[in-house]
C-alpha cells in the first residue's frame, strides 16, 4: 500500500529466506554470466538490484524508498569517484610528461628480475603509504610496474598480486587514507588507536607476503633480461620521450599534499597540471595533445606495438566503465539496506556471537559478506561497524578490535572481488584480471587469516577501558 505522495505504508518485515533471494540471485548471475559468459557486469547487476527491487515492491516498499536507497548508497560512494576521475586525469598526464615512461625505462634497467616481486611490493607499501591511496599508487607506480614486469617477463600474475598487496597494505596503515579514517568511524575507536592495533595483524602478512615473493623472485633469473622484446621498448622509449630528472616533479606534489595532510583531490589536479607544463617544455606536446591525454588518455603512435600497448592509457574516460560499474553495485547495495534485507542476514549471523572467538568469526563473515554484496569498501566497514559495535561494548571488548577487523575483512578484500569497483578499477588501470592476481595477493588475505587466529587464542584482544573510546589510548 502506498500514499498518494508514493511513500509506503505498513512495510513487510522480510524473513530469511527471502533475504537470501537477492544474494543468490546475484551469484548466479555474476558466477554464470560473468564468469562463463563473461558478460559485462554493469548488465548483471542491474539484473541483481532488478530482482531485489521486485522483492521490495512485494514488501511494499515504493519506489521513491527504493530510489532513496540507491541515492544514499551512490552518495558514500562519492568522494572514490571522484578521486578514481582524478586518477584518470593523472595517468593521463605522467604518461604524455614521460614520467611514468621514464619510471620504466629506468626500471627495466635497473631492476633485477629476482627482486621485483619484493621491490614492486615494497615500493607500492611505501608510496601508499605516504599519499593514503591504494588507487592513486596502483595507478602510476603500479602501472609502472606492470610495464617492467613485461620487459622483464616476469608473469602478470604475481606481479599484480605484489603490487595491489603492497598499495593494500600502505593504504590501511595510513593516517591520510579515507578507508582508514572511516574504519573507527563506522567502530567507535580512534584512528592512531585502530593503525597501531592493525600492525598486529597486517605486518606479520605484510612480512610474510616479502618473503614469499623473495622466494618465488629465486625463480626468475637472477640476470637482467636482455631480450630482443625488450631493448625494442628501451630504444622505443628512449626515441620518444626527453627524460629528465624534473620530470619526477609530478610525483613529488602528490608525496608534498600527503606529507602534509592536504586534501588528495587537489594534490592530484596540481600534479596533473605540472606534469601538462613539462608534457609542453620536455615533450613538445601542444595543449590540446595534454588535455586529450587527460580526458581520453595518452594514445602512443611509436609504430611499435609492444610500447603502444604499454603506455596507451589514462585519461578520465577511461575510468567510465568503472564508475558505471560502481553505480549499478551502489543501486543493488542501496535497495538491499533500505529495505532491510541485508540486516536481516547480519542480524541472523550475529546470533552465532557468543564467545570472542564466534564475535571474530561472525565479524570476519559479515564483513566479507556485505563486501561480496555492495562491492564498497566503505560500506563493508560501514555496516558490519554500525551493526557489532553492540555487541563488542556489551562483551567489554574494545572497539579497535572491531575497527580491524572490518578494515581488514572489507575494505582490504574488496580488491579480490572481480565485481567490486576496486577490483574492476584494478583490472582496468594495470590490464591484469582479478583472479588471475588474487593468489598472489598475499598480505590481502592472509591478514583475514591471523585476525581468526588471534580470535581463537585471544591474543591481541584488547579489552575496553573507557567508555569514550574515541580519545586516544583507549
Known amino acids: 500500500m502506498t500514499n498518494l505522495n508514493g511513500s509506503s505504508t505498513r512495510k513487510k518485515s522480510p524473513r530469511l529466506g527471502i533475504a537470501l533471494i537477492p544474494l543468490i540471485a546475484m551469484g548466479l548471475l555474476l558466477g554464470v554470466g560473468y564468469g562463463i559468459y563473461h ?50 586525469i593523472l595517468i593521463g598526464s605522467w604518461i604524455a610528461s614521460g614520467t611514468i615512461p621514464m619510471v620504466i625505462y629506468y626500471g627495466l634497467k635497473l631492476i633485477s628480475p629476482k627482486y621485483f616481486l619484493v621491490t614492486a611490493c615494497f615500493v607500492c607499501s611505501l608510496t601508499s603509504l605516504a599519499t593514503g591511496t591504494s588507487w592513486g599508487t596502483i595507478g602510476t607506480l603500479g602501472v609502472a610496474f606492470i610495464g617492467i614486469a613485461m620487459g622483464l617477463g616476469i608473469p602478470l600474475g604475481p606481479a599484480a598480486g605484489a603490487i595491489v598487496a603492497g598499495a593494500y597494505f600502505g593504504d590501511k596503515m595510513s593516517p591520510f587514507s579515507d578507508v582508514t579514517n572511516l574504519a573507527p ?92 607544463a613539462l608534457a609542453i617544455i620536455f615533450q613538445k606536446a601542444s595543449i590540446p595533445d595534454v588535455a586529450t591525454a587527460m580526458n581520453s588518455g595518452y594514445a602512443a603512435n611509436t609504430g611499435v606495438k609492444a610500447v603502444d600497448e604499454l603506455i596507451s592509457r589514462g585519461g578520465m574516460m577511461s575510468m567510465m566503465e568503472t564508475q558505471l560499474v560502481a553505480f549499478t553495485a551502489f543501486s543493488f547495495g542501496g535497495i538491499m539496506q533500505k529495505t532491510g534485507l541485508l540486516s536481516v542476514i547480519l542480524d541472523r549471523v550475529m546470533t552465532f556471537a557468543n564467545k570472542v572467538w564466534s ?40 572497539a579497535k578490535n572491531l575497527s580491524r577487523i572490518i578494515e581488514e575483512s572489507g575494505a582490504i578484500i574488496v580488491p579480490l572481488i572481480p565485481w567490486s569497483m576496486a577490483g574492476v578499477y584494478i583490472t582496468g588501470t594495470i590490464g591484469v584480471s582479478t583472479f588471475t592476481y588474487l593468489p598472489w595477493a598475499f598480505m590481502n588475505y592472509l591478514a583475514v587469516i591471523i585476525l581468526a587466529l588471534f580470535g581463537w587464542t585471544g591474543f591481541t584482544m584488547a579489552p575496553r577501558i573507557r567508555d569514550d573510546e574515541t580519545q586516544i589510548g583507549s
Not at 558478460?39 to 531485489?52: G, K
Not at 564483513?367 to 567489554?396: D, F, H, N, R, W
Open 39 to 88: 558478460i559485462r557486469p554493469q548488465v548483471l547487476l542491474v539484473a541483481a538490484a532488478f530482482i531485489t527491487g521486485v522483492l521490495a515492491f512485494f514488501l511494499r516498499f515504493s519506489w521513491q524508498d527504493m530510489e532513496k536507497g540507491i541515492v544514499d548508497s551512490i552518495h558514500k560512494a562519492m568522494p572514490a569517484i571522484l578521486i578514481m576521475l582524478c586518477v584518470g
Open 185 to 276: 568511524v563506522a567502530a567507535g575507536s580512534n584512528l592512531f588507536d585502530h593503525i597501531k592495533h592493525m600492525m598486529w595483524s597486517a605486518t606479520p602478512a605484510w612480512l610474510l607476503g616479502l618473503i614469499i615473493y623473495f622466494f618465488i623472485g629465486l625463480g626468475y633469473s637472477g640476470e637482467k633480461v636482455e631480450s630482443e622484446t625488450m631493448t625494442i621498448i628501451l630504444r622505443t622509449l628512449k626515441s620518444h620521450f626527453n627524460f629528465n630528472l624534473l620530470l619526477l616533479l609530478p610525483m613529488v606534489v602528490v608525496f608534498y599534499f600527503a606529507a602534509t595532510k592536504k586534501p588528495t583531490i587537489p594534490g592530484m589536479l596540481i600534479s596533473s597540471l605540472l606534469a601538462g
Open 359 to 398: 564475535i571474530v568469526l561472525t565479524t570476519i563473515a559479515a564483513a566479507i559478506v556485505t563486501a561480496m554484496v555492495t562491492g564498497s569498501s566503505y560500506l563493508s566497514m560501514i555496516i558490519p561497524g554500525e551493526l557489532l559495535a553492540p555487541i563488542y561494548k556489551q562483551k567489554k571488548l574494545a
